[in-house]
């Protein structure tokens, strides 16, 4: 690995596992101290451990970022153990399914809870701290569905196009600040969840096989995104190989909106 974090403090929220974890191991590949958050304390301990073996500062603090407390803990904590917030990843977020006339008001809620309330929120507790120091770099985890529709997905859908306006709105209020905003936009990416129920038009969990089966026809590159693959397009927009880079949308989704 090059360094490119050397010196720098990151926040991964929801690094437990998928994306969050593997953009929080390669962060710690690349030099950066990390604080990681996630729900389940097991998995967060084992991540922890993962990230430490590679020879840098790691806390793990256990947070429901849908609860303003535990976000502010969250900032709070990373301030005291360090000093200083150089890199924020908002990565904590759910998929839901339905259409606007199955979404039940608890879905609504609770998926805007997460993807678009918890994400506004650790913006602007860090903000502050990144004008202090005169630089920062926010990346807001997105979709190809922050910049295109699909079906069935409604509230989902209209979280993740918040959260694509939402960046380009704070990368404009906060240029002048040396804090530069950005979203990566995967597309299908193979996860845990993928292979649980409801995910796919089967009945109960899916096989790799079936799953990859499936995305063969609509991805054009024939197969999920891997999540070291966003965890890679995460690094460029953190580091400052993406220096005068701010408001944009990387779409990382195997071509399926170029179509």
């Known amino acids: 690995m090059t360094g490119k974090l050397n010196g720098h403090i990151a926040i991964v929220t929801g690094a437990t596992s998928g994306i969050g974890k593997a953009t929080a191991l390669l962060f710690a590949d690349e030099g950066a101290d990390i604080v990681i958050t996630g729900r389940r304390a097991d998995l967060g301990e084992g991540a922890l451990n993962e990230i430490r073996s590679k020879g840098v500062r790691g806390v793990f603090i256990a947070a429901d970022h849908t ?12 301030i005291k153990e360090f000093g200083r917030i150089d890199i924020l990843f908002n990565n904590a977020g759910i998929v839901t399914s339905g259409t ?12 805007l809870a997460i993807n678009v309330s918890a994400v506004w929120r650790m913006c602007k507790l860090v ?8 630089k920062g770099a926010i990346v807001n985890n997105g979709s190809d569905w922050s910049v295109v529709a699909g079906r069935n997905a409604f ?3 209209a ?6 306006l939402m960046t380009k709105s704070m990368a404009l209020d906060f240029a002048q600040d040396g804090i530069r905003v950005n979203a990566v936009c995967p ?11 409801g995910y796919f038009e089967h009945s109960g969990p899916v096989t790799l096989e079936e799953a990859m089966k499936e995305s063969s026809a609509y991805i054009p590159m024939r197969r999920f995104g891997k999540p070291e693959e966003i ?11 993406s220096s005068f880079v701010t408001g944009h949308l990387l779409l990382v989704d195997g071509g399926n909106t170029a179509q």
């Open 100 to 111: 606007a006339e199955s979404t039940s008001d608890e879905v609504w809620n609770d998926t």
């Open 187 to 197: 597309g299908d990416t193979f996860v845990d969840r993928w292979m649980e129920k």
């Open 231 to 241: 965890a890679q397009a995460v690094l460029f927009l953190a580091s400052d190989d």
């Open 127 to 134: 903000i502050p701290h990144m004008k202090k120091q005169g």
């Open 155 to 157: 509230a989902y859908i």
């Open 67 to 78: 609860q303003a407390d535990d976000c502010r803990r969250v900032v709070d904590v990373t």
């Open 159 to 164: 979280s993740k196009g918040a959260v694509g």
